[in-house]
């Protein structure tokens, strides 16, 4: 990583927003991606200078070979040639040369250190591999070994140095990076504005007329309010009722299109993921599948239209089938959900960041003031909390793979679809996503309802929901049996908040912690739990 020792967080950040405006102008440049790729790492984002780099590297191929892009990739080649030399060189060849001597090597010299310290080891491995053939050379190849190795020997626990005998195969690949608000990013409306609780307002209006969205004080969950000292409150957005509401009343029907499923398609609807099969046969839905592409199937008519109108033309054909391992089927749902959003967004002709189903939902970042925080040419994420899961596959190569399948010009189209990009919209979908196990304990689907998602948690809830394709919510007939010390009645009066539940709330109190803990990011403060909590110690 080129350092710059003198400049300020601010410098930079403007002199990132002047390259990343720039890419439109240069979007097959190898030259512009680098020094794109080195602004974002010189400002702690290895993540985002990883992303560019691999562009980089993929366009240095499209120069070498016969490839969709090669035209325009060997012209800017050429651009990049007659800026360096100071005349234009006539042979192909040549250029191509130029640019594998001059770019290839500063290509990896980014992409394998920033991989490895964001904790795709086996993809760094991989690189390295690449790497080492095409530039037996390089010197500083093998100092990437060696960081790789101590970050191996630091996961394995182990000191042994016969590191060669494990597969890379079996390398880890998954790390954490910056779970952010970019400084540049536009998209994100301030969630507190009376405009934005206006537009979540008239949403709401459509599937809970009875509902609507507030400002609300929550606990910051930590260390100090897991022991009941000091818990410090924080504004986030809740669900209030307008008015009484009885118990046993239907109050939230919500339907979602920001859908992901890991089994066959025809297990589920593409659209709503209804079960397709588990119905009684009265209820049996009737299954059409899409006429294109006869690879995904829906529950009605109605799932077919909204699939047809919203998102499947952007998706028809692109197979996101993939062999996946046990322990990460979570993760793939996370992107499936990602690969529904750009089919969202394609087909609808709108930023994904800027999608009614995104826009508005808790992305869970750090919150911190980066100009306090931010110590750059310290440590590579500028000493900033880590919280958000990145692997190569996920963050980087299978977004652009889909892009790609889906005729997305990922070059032209950085703007749309950029690591960034897909970072935000794993930060949003972790925080609001909801999930199902199939039979064998397995996460089989998993969907983003932006209304239901504004609902906070409790374990006495006040409302109970179930999700069937729709997500129902209706007020509690019956109250959580505690041994409370208020009594309470169930419904809920006008401007009282509704409380929904993020775990199975028939578990014991640790349990309970535990599960939630995920989703609540600390230990649950609730009424019922400090007071189980406190009958246990005793
Ligand atoms: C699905 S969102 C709920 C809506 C969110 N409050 C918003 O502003 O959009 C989940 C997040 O809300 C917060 N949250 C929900 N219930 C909470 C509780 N009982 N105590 C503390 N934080 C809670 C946590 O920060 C959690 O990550």
Same mark, same amino acid.
């Given at each position: 990583?080129v350092?710059?020792?003198?400049d300020?967080l601010?410098?930079r950040l ?8 720039g890419t439109?102008d ?13 602004a ?21 191929d ?6 969709e892009f090669?035209?325009?990739?060997l012209?800017a ?8 030399k100071g ?5 192909a060849?040549?250029v191509?040369l130029?640019?594998q001597?001059v770019?290839?090597g500063?290509a990896?010299?980014i ?5 490895i310290?964001?904790?795709s ?11 080492s053939?095409s530039?037996p050379? #390089?010197a500083?190849?093998?100092?990437y070994? /060696?960081? +790789?190795n101590l !970050?191996?020997r $630091?996961?394995?626990n =182990?000191?042994e ?9 079996d390398?880890p690949?998954?790390g ?6 970019y ?5 994100e409306?301030d969630?507190f504005?009376?405009?934005?609780l206006?537009?979540l307002n ?11 969205v507030?400002v ?7 260390e100090?309010?897991?022991q009941?000292?000091d818990v ?6 809740g669900?209030?009722a #307008?008015?009484d509401?009885?118990p046993?009343e /239907?109050? +939230?029907?919500? !339907?979602?299109? $920001?859908?992901?499923? =890991?089994r066959?398609h ?7 993921s209804?079960s397709l099969?588990?119905?009684?046969d009265d ?6 599948s899409c006429?294109e592409c006869e690879?995904v199937?829906?529950c009605s ?5 909204l699939?047809q ?5 952007s998706?028809?054909?692109v ?6 391992r046990a322990?990460e ?5 996370y992107?499936r959900?990602?690969?529904r959003?750009m089919?969202?967004?394609?087909t609808?002709?709108?930023h994904p ?11 869970d970042?750090?919150g ?10 310290s440590?590579p ?17 299978r ?11 990922i070059y ?11 970072n935000t ?9 909801s ?5 064998d304990?397995?996460?089989e ?5 932006p209304?239901?998602c504004?609902a906070n948690?409790s374990?006495?809830?006040n409302?109970?929901?179930e ?7 209706w007020a509690?007939?019956?109250l ?5 010390q208020v009594?309470?009645r169930?419904?809920?009066k006008?401007?009282e ?16 912690r535990?599960?939630a803990?995920?989703a ?7 009424p019922?739990c400090?007071?189980?909590?406190d009958q246990r110690?005793?």
């Amino acid at each position: 990583m080129v350092p710059i020792s003198s400049d300020t967080l601010h410098e930079r950040l403007e002199g990132l927003a002047k390259l990343q405006a720039g890419t439109l102008d240069n979007p097959y440049s190898i030259k512009h991606r680098l020094v794109l790729a080195n602004a974002y790492g010189n400002l702690g984002y290895p993540d985002l200078a990883a992303g560019d780099a691999y562009k980089a590297l993929l366009l240095i191929d499209e120069c070498a070979e016969e490839g969709e892009f090669h035209v325009e990739a060997l012209e800017a080649a050429n651009k990049d040639y007659r800026e360096e030399k100071g005349s234009p060189c006539e042979d192909a060849v040549q250029v191509v040369l130029w640019a594998q001597s001059v770019w290839l090597g500063s290509a990896y010299e980014i992409l394998i250190p920033c991989l490895i310290q964001c904790g795709s080891l086996r993809s760094a491995a991989g690189f390295l591999k690449r790497a080492s053939r095409s530039l037996p050379d #390089k010197a500083t190849l093998a100092s990437y070994r /060696e960081a +790789l190795n101590l !970050k191996l020997r $630091l996961h394995l626990n =182990s000191q042994e140095d016969d590191l060669d005998s494990i597969s890379i195969e079996d390398y880890p690949d998954k790390g954490s990076v910056r779970r952010e608000l970019y400084p540049w990013n536009h998209h994100e409306p301030d969630r507190f504005s009376s405009e934005a609780l206006q537009i979540l307002n008239d949403e709401m209006e459509r599937v809970a007329p009875k509902l609507e969205v507030r400002v609300a004080e929550l606990p910051i969950l930590n260390e100090a309010s897991s022991q009941g000292t000091d818990v410090a409150y924080v504004k986030q957005l809740g669900v209030f009722a #307008k008015e009484d509401i009885s118990p046993g009343e /239907e109050i +939230l029907t919500e !339907k979602s299109l $920001l859908t992901g499923i =890991s089994r066959l398609h025809d297990f589920y609807c593409d659209a709503c993921s209804i079960s397709l099969s588990s119905t009684s046969d009265d209820q049996q839905p009737t299954t059409l599948s899409c006429e294109e592409c006869e690879e995904v199937f829906f529950c009605s008519q109605e799932c077919h239209d909204l699939a047809q109108d919203n998102y499947h033309p952007s998706l028809c054909g692109v197979v996101t089938e993939q062999k996946v391992r046990a322990s990460e089927v979570a993760d793939v749902l996370y992107t499936r959900l990602l690969v529904r959003a750009m089919g969202l967004a394609e087909t609808q002709g709108v930023h994904p960041l800027d999608l009614k189903e995104v826009r508005y939902i808790w992305g869970d970042y750090h919150g911190l003031d980066l100009t306090e925080r931010c110590k750059l040419d310290s440590d590579p994420f500028a000493s900033v909390p880590q919280t958000l899961p990145f692997s190569f596959e996920a963050n980087i190569l299978r977004p652009l793979h889909i892009l790609e399948k889906m005729d997305v010009n990922i070059y032209e189209q950085s703007h749309r679809y950029d690591t960034w990009i897909f970072n935000t919209l794993y930060a949003k979908f972790r925080g609001t996503a909801s999930g199902r196990q199939g039979l064998d304990g397995r996460p089989e689907i998993c969907a983003v309802h932006p209304m239901w998602c504004l609902a906070n948690h409790s374990c006495d809830p006040n409302v109970a929901w179930e999700w069937n394709g729709t997500i129902r919510f209706w007020a509690r007939e019956q109250l959580v049996d505690y041994e409370r010390q208020v009594p309470r009645r169930p419904g809920l009066k006008k401007g009282e908040e509704m409380f929904s539940h993020y775990c199975d709330i028939r578990l014991p109190v640790q349990e309970r912690r535990e599960w939630a803990s995920g989703a609540l990011g600390g230990l649950c403060v609730c009424p019922r739990c400090v007071w189980e909590d406190d009958q246990r110690k005793d």
